[in-house]
T-cell receptor, first 115, second 115 residues
Framework: SQTIHQWPATLVQPVGSPLSLECTVEGTSNPNLYWYRQAAGRGLQLLFYSIGIGQISSEVPQNLSASRPQDRQFILSSKKLLLSDSGFYLC??????????????FGEGSWLTVV | GNSVTQMEGPVTLSEEAFLTINCTYT??????LFWYVQYPGEGLQLLLKATKADDKGSNKGFEATYRKETTSFHLEKGSVQVSDSAVYFC??????????????FGKGTHLIIQP
């Protein structure tokens, strides 16, 4: 069966510091990968998605970037965090086969507090 | 663009009450529709889904029917339990070809079940 792991689970970082959140998927190959953010009062926002190694699409211009160095690894980064980057970050995956009915599966999330 | 509208709550019910959480969507073509549940401090779990008009998704006593004529996907449960207390998200996914397509979420409905 497929599993998704992301870490760290919680993170408190000062303004201006860098960020790295990692996510890996096991039990499948060539998945689509996603990063979402859930901020207070703003619902769930798609930040990045990837259909393959090195192929990243950004949905919202921001202070963050994403990379996919390996097929089942997805990394969310920032060089200098802002207070507004605080939130709950969720990594997710789905099968790459065509069609909107494929379920997107989420990791447990990472709580980021920028102070 | 695509959008999902759902009641935000909080919705407070007594145990064994009947539950309805309304969800309506705007999208061109034929999206797939999903309900996700988020328990406190956790990631999102798929509750149920429907991929075409008149399909009914069901799981753990919850049901939702894809109504294209009213562009709705209301979540129902006949008798709620305290353990159903969580945030429920309605979402749609529209495949447009050529890349990965993430989910468009509603803002979430906080459900509180009192014993």
């Amino acid at each position: 069966s497929q599993t998704i792991h992301q870490w760290p689970a919680t993170l408190v970082q000062p303004v201006g510091s860098p960020l790295s959140l990692e996510c890996t998927v096991e039990g499948t190959s060539n998945p689509n990968l996603y990063w979402y953010r859930q901020a207070a009062g703003r619902g769930l926002q798609l930040l990045f998605y990837s259909i393959g190694i090195g192929q990243i699409s950004s949905e919202v211009p921001q202070n963050l970037s994403a990379s996919r160095p390996q097929d089942r690894q997805f990394i969310l980064s920032s060089k200098k965090l802002l207070l507004s980057d605080s939130g709950f970050y969720l990594c997710a995956w789905s099968l790459r086969t065509a069609g909107s009915g494929n379920t997107i599966y989420f990791g447990e999330g990472s709580w980021l507090t920028v102070v | 663009g695509n959008s999902v509208t759902q009641m935000e709550g909080p919705v407070t019910l007594s145990e064994e009450a009947f539950l309805t959480i309304n969800c309506t969507y705007t999208a061109t073509g034929y999206p797939s529709l999903f309900w996700y549940v988020q328990y406190p401090g956790e990631g999102l779990q798929l509750l149920l889904k429907a991929t075409k008009a008149d399909d009914k998704g069901s799981n753990k006593g919850f049901e939702a029917t894809y109504r294209k004529e009213t562009t709705s996907f209301h979540l129902e449960k006949g008798s709620v339990q305290v353990s159903d207390s969580a945030v429920y998200f309605c979402a749609l996914r529209k495949y447009s070809g050529g890349g990965a397509d993430g989910l468009t979420f509603g803002k979430g409905t906080h459900l509180i079940i009192q014993p």
